[in-house]
């Protein structure tokens, strides 16, 4: 009887790890911003989305959605562009380290460049902020911390 309850606690574990690996092996990927910037998306809110997406529940005014409107036309090319830059960089220096086996003096300038770009990307960032500050007033900018969990 030992034997075959230890045989069904094998089986059932066994069937069990492989459930959950093809369920972590299947599970839908999460498409997310990767962090670009020095400071983590989740405690620098990118909030032109949220920011359009509760327009109605902030009251904007038609001024602040045009002003709104013109900010997201010229600072999220900008911004997404920076991201982007950093991101190009931050991979060619993975596939030096991993592949090309460079070290971190090999590095120094591609390094040195990659923080630049983050430096930029985070002032931009920081800048878009407070033009979205000054066109909302402070109840809209504290009612859309709160709205997109900020």
Do not use: C, V
Not at 59 to 77: G, V, Y
Not at 96 to 120: C, F, P, R, S, V
Request: zero cysteines; charged letters at 20%; proline letters at 3%.
């Amino acid at each position: 009887m030992k034997k075959l309850t230890t045989l069904f606690i094998l089986w059932l574990s066994l069937h069990s790890a492989i459930a959950l690996a093809d369920m972590e092996h299947n599970k839908p990927e999460i498409k997310t911003l990767p962090n670009y910037a020095l400071i983590q998306g989740q405690n620098l809110p990118h909030l032109m989305k949220p920011l359009m997406r509760f327009k109605e529940q902030l009251q904007l005014t038609n001024e602040q959605q045009q002003a709104l409107k013109k900010l997201r036309q010229e600072m999220a090319p900008q911004i997404h562009q920076g991201l982007q830059q950093a991101k190009q960089l931050e991979q060619q220096l993975a596939q030096e380290i991993l592949q090309d086996q460079k070290t971190a003096t090999d590095l120094e300038k591609g390094l040195l460049k990659l923080q630049q770009q983050k430096w930029n990307n985070t002032q931009k960032l920081i800048n878009a902020l407070a033009q979205i500050r000054q066109i909302l007033t402070l109840e809209q900018y504290q009612k859309l911390l709160q709205l997109s969990g900020h």
